[in-house]
Nanobody, 123 residues
Framework: HVQLVESGGGSVQAGGSLRLPCVLS????????MGWFRQAPGKEREGVAV????????YYSASVKGRFFISENTAKNTVYLQMNGLKPDDTAIYYC?????????????????WGQGTQVTVS
């Protein structure tokens, strides 16, 4: 049973940076990519970034491209979301997820395993 645990959330001023780690209990055989999503109050869950495990392709939503960067450390079973130039609109709960065959649309339907989320607040 794959478990994902996010951390690193918190409160930051606009223009600041945060790095969110997501630790996986194991790399699950049916998954070939990891993603980050976010959900703000009253809004639908939004796909933010995807990385194919083993140093493959990455995808970003238009709202974060050039500011957010997804990376992985397979030795530590950890995926990171580096968030720079944070804006108040980035305020949300951020979730990491393990999935398969995601594409540039970063759709939640392609992800089967989810973490519990970590709150990011930008003021």
């Amino acid at each position: 049973h794959v478990q994902l645990v996010e951390s690193g959330g918190g409160s930051v001023q606009a223009g600041g940076s945060l790095r969110l780690p997501c630790v996986l209990s194991e790399y699950e055989g049916s998954s070939n990519c990891m993603g980050w999503f976010r959900q703000a109050p009253g809004k639908e869950r939004e796909g933010v970034a995807v990385i194919y495990t083993g140093g493959g392709s990455t995808y970003y939503s238009a709202s974060v491209k050039g500011r957010f960067f997804i990376s992985e450390n397979t030795a530590k079973n950890t995926v990171y979301l580096q968030m720079n130039g944070l804006k108040p609109d980035d305020t949300a709960i951020y979730y990491c997820a393990a999935g398969r065959d995601a594409d540039a649309t970063i759709a939640a339907r392609d992800f089967s395993y989810w973490g519990q989320g970590t709150q990011v607040t930008v003021s």
